[in-house]
């Protein structure tokens, strides 16, 4: 059972921008760093923002990323059909010890 | 850079227990900055972190309280690599599972994903 929350469903023409919240608890995102995952389907998911708004070498920046308390939000701008896909946040849980996931976010390219 | 190349078998029995390994090349399992994860992904419910094995002064572990009492991780250092044990499957741990490679707080690195069906 994911403890943090996510829309099920978001999506946008090509060039548009597109956000997606996560919203987790004090004892998750309220207290650690937030990571976001691309998991396109028959694939591994791959790891796209980590310490809440950091993009590892070669994710573009049309990716961005920010945390607010207990909350975080993934944005994507310029909308690609490329990034047709399924988005997870993720953060430690110091209560639970160990990681918790969100409930999944999939972007449709209208 | 880090790789990760999961085996193990696509089929197991209720009541029996899976079993996958992970070998690591680019990194050692020992490494002090480094932890080593388990993940599934079904349909139904997302993505699950299992549980994590790491060196630090000595070995540890973190399991999914969902799963206490049936997941064992561990690490092997002669071969480089790292298991997953999940006892008493249930046609619910039907999943893709993953391996990775956690560093700097973040599942940098996965595996290719093994399916793994539960049934008689």
């Known amino acids: 059972q994911s403890v943090l929350t996510q829309p099920p469903s978001a999506s946008g023409t090509p060039g548009q921008r597109v956000t997606i919240s996560c919203s987790g608890s004090s004892s998750n995102i309220g207290r650690n760093t937030v990571n976001w995952y691309q998991h396109l389907p028959g694939t591994a998911p791959k790891l796209l923002i980590y310490?809440?708004?950091q993009r590892p070498s070669g994710v573009p920046d049309r990716f961005s990323a920010s945390k607010s308390g207990t909350s975080a939000s993934l944005a994507i701008s310029g909308l690609q059909s490329e990034d047709e896909a399924d988005y997870y946040c993720s953060a430690w849980d110091g209560s639970l010890n160990g990681y918790v996931f969100g409930t999944g976010t999939k972007v449709t390219v209208l | 850079q880090v790789q990760l190349q999961q085996s193990g078998p696509g089929l197991v029995k209720p009541s029996q227990t899976l079993s996958l390994t992970c070998a690591i090349s680019?990194?050692?399992?020992?490494?002090?900055?480094?932890?080593w994860n388990w993940i599934r992904h079904s349909p139904s419910r997302g993505l699950e972190w299992l549980g994590r094995?790491?060196?630090?002064?000595?070995?540890?572990?973190n399991y999914a309280v969902s799963l206490k009492g049936r997941i064992t991780i561990n690490p092997d250092t002669s071969k480089n690599q790292f298991s997953l044990q999940l006892n008493s499957v249930t046609p619910e741990d039907t999943a893709v599972y993953y391996c990775?490679?956690?560093?700097?707080?973040?599942?940098?690195?996965w595996g290719q994903g093994t399916m793994v069906t539960v049934s008689s």
């Open positions: 310490n809440n708004n």
């Open positions: 094995t790491y060196y630090r002064s000595k070995w540890s572990n």
């Open positions: 990775a490679w956690e560093g700097s707080d973040a599942l940098n690195v």
């Open positions: 680019g990194e050692s399992v020992s490494s002090k900055t480094a932890a």
